[in-house]
T-cell receptor
Framework: EAGVAQSPRYKIIEKRQSVAFWCNPI?????LYWYQQILGQGPKLLIQ????????DSQLPKDRFSAERLKGVDSTLKIQPAKLEDSAVYLC?????????????FGEGSRLTVL | DAKTTQPNSMESNEEEPVHLPCNHS???????IHWYRQLPSQGPEYVIH???SNVNNRMASLAIAEDRKSSTLILHRATLRDAAVYYC????????????FGSGTRLLVRP
């Protein structure tokens, strides 16, 4: 079974530039998550989708971050304009069940460096 | 969100058992105890979870205290590949079962 696919794996940009990350969840998984992991910290949940609707985006800095999951399958996370503090690994995860304590499957992440 | 407390780091010798503790004194009746681990340069991966009873799977065992205020993840024979950050996380109805990570325990395995 294919896992969660993310791209690009690495991205280096200068501050005030924009960047986009793509995620393709495991086939059939209705729930998709984006996490931000700053070096030395645990992952922080940014946004959760259920099919193509947003369930929780309370931790998403909406002035510069946006995310969409238009067809209820793959998703894009965008940062515009980027700040130095956005340097982090952006992790995508998916789960089968719409709610409850089901297992989350994570991708390998996209590492962003903002100079 | 209900909080967990874990040691920052632990060390173990290869092929010996490892007991990773987690305190969660404010756990509620609907909270599941989950463990994930994160190997270097990879995303987190599920290890095990339980509610009240001890649980075993191919990766590890989870021992849950009778009052549920603490739990222990047991790796029966540590290998070098088990060197990772281990996260103990409570997931319950009150937080819509969100997976909220703390800082975890960094496990070092000595050859």
């Amino acid at each position: 079974e294919a896992g969660v696919a993310q791209s690009p794996r690495y991205k280096i940009i200068e501050k005030r530039q924009s960047v986009a990350f793509w995620c393709n969840p495991i086939s059939g998984h209705a729930t998709l998550y984006w996490y931000q992991q700053i070096l030395g910290q645990g992952p922080k949940l940014l946004i959760q989708f259920q099919n193509n609707g947003v369930v929780d985006d309370s931790q998403l800095p909406k002035d510069r971050f946006s995310a969409e999951r238009l067809k209820g399958v793959d998703s894009t996370l965008k940062i515009q304009p980027a700040k130095l503090e956005d340097s982090a690994v952006y992790l995508c995860a998916s789960s089968l069940s719409p709610g409850g304590p089901g297992e989350l499957f994570f991708g390998e992440g996209s590492r962003l460096t903002v100079l | 969100d209900a909080k967990t407390t874990q040691p920052n780091s632990m060390e173990s010798n290869e092929e010996e058992p490892v007991h990773l503790p987690c305190n969660h004194s404010t756990i509620s009746g609907t909270d599941y105890i989950h463990w994930y681990r994160q190997l270097p340069s990879q995303g987190p991966e599920y290890v095990i979870h339980g509610l009240t009873s001890n649980v075993n799977n191919r990766m590890a065992s989870l021992a849950i205290a009778e009052d549920r205020k603490s739990s222990t993840l047991i790796l029966h024979r540590a290998t070098l590949r088990d060197a990772a950050v281990y996260y103990c996380i409570l997931r319950g109805m009150d937080s819509s079962y969100k997976l909220i990570f703390g800082s975890g325990t960094r496990l070092l395995v000595r050859p």
